[in-house]
């Protein structure tokens, strides 16, 4: 069975219905350069619902309410991330933004970050960390909150347990290593668990960004990391207009390394490496 499914083509056909769904779906672009890779990871898929060919496949994903669409797109979604990933956005947040925040909303007492594509949680805990390392005499009397969103339900598991291989943070400091995680003993020696207190200012939603928003906001900072680049531009200029809107003026969004804001892009104001700020506006 294996060696019959190996043998089976991606038609030209089936690439175009691959593309077409993931598009409608999620809005990621699929060009001819990732051939290889939709290959790859759908023959996994194939394999694992003992499926002989990507037409049957297609016509499988390719139905209203598809049961198997979701894991379609959780298969496609690439979700490469790491703890203090670019981490002068992380330096930024502590080191200017929140001290800064903390002084004019004093009266508030609230912060709201997002992490609108936070795959597997790394990005989300950093947050945490840097939130902590930034304020941590405040957090009793503060009300933070961390949104974590992500399409994929996949990662967004990984993400809710925080578990992860010591390997991912072997490189962090003696400290954040000592303050933010608990070590795996036993069975679980070589793995690492975020500690909850950093946990406890999570929330992970599963949300795709081109639907509906639940929630009302205001954000003081939206980070929005290395997925900008799967879309195509009209998808690009959509969402950043939407996350101007939820945005409180003055508060940022930031971008991941080869993703940027055009200068003419209304409401927004470059301040640093992929760091953006919501003009304020006066009555
Ligand atoms: C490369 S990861 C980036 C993770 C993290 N932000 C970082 O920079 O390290 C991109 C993530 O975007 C998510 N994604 C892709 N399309 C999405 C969509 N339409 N809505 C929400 N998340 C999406 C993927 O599931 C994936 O986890």
């Known amino acids: 069975m294996e060696s019959r499914i190996e043998e089976h083509q991606l038609s030209d056909r089936e690439f175009k219905c691959i593309c077409d769904l993931v598009y409608n779906d999620a809005g990621i672009v699929l060009t001819e350069s990732k051939r290889e890779m939709v290959y790859r990871r759908l023959m996994r898929r194939t394999r694992e619902l003992k499926i002989s060919s990507f037409s049957e496949y297609c016509g499988l994903i390719n139905t209203p309410d598809s049961e198997e669409l979701p894991h379609f797109i959780n298969a496609i979604t690439t979700n490469l991330t790491s ?11 502590r080191d200017q933004f929140i001290p800064q925040h903390l002084k004019a909303f004093r009266s508030d007492s609230k912060l709201r970050i997002w992490s609108s594509a936070c795959s ?9 960390i840097t939130v902590k390392q930034a304020m941590a005499s405040y957090l009793r009397k503060w ?11 996949n990662v967004l598991k990984t993400a809710a347990q925080g578990i992860y291989e010591y390997d991912g943070i072997k490189d962090l400091s003696d400290e954040v290593k000592r303050d933010g995680f608990n070590k795996g003993i036993g069975n679980c020696e070589g793995l690492v668990k975020v500690k909850t207190s950093l946990a406890d200012l999570i929330s992970f939603k599963q949300l795709n960004l081109l639907r509906a928003w639940p929630m009302k906001g205001p954000f003081d900072a939206i980070l929005c ?12 200029l959509g969402l950043l207009k939407r996350f101007v809107e939820i945005l409180r003026p003055g ?7 080869s993703e940027s804001v055009a200068k003419s892009f209304p409401g927004l104001n ?9 003009v304020c506006t006066y009555h």
């Not at 990391?225 to 690009?236: A, G, H, P, S, W």
């Open 83 to 93: 703890f203090f990933r670019e981490p002068h956005h992380f330096d930024y947040l």
């Open 120 to 128: 597997t949680g790394e990005e989300p805990y950093t947050l945490a």
């Open 143 to 153: 009300d933070v909150r961390i949104l974590a969103t992500d399409l994929d339900t």
């Open 225 to 236: 990391r290395n997925v900008l680049i799967y879309f195509d531009k009209d998808t690009q």
């Open 251 to 257: 508060g940022v969004i930031i971008l991941g390394h």
């Open 270 to 278: 470059s301040i640093g490496r992929t760091i953006y700020q919501k």
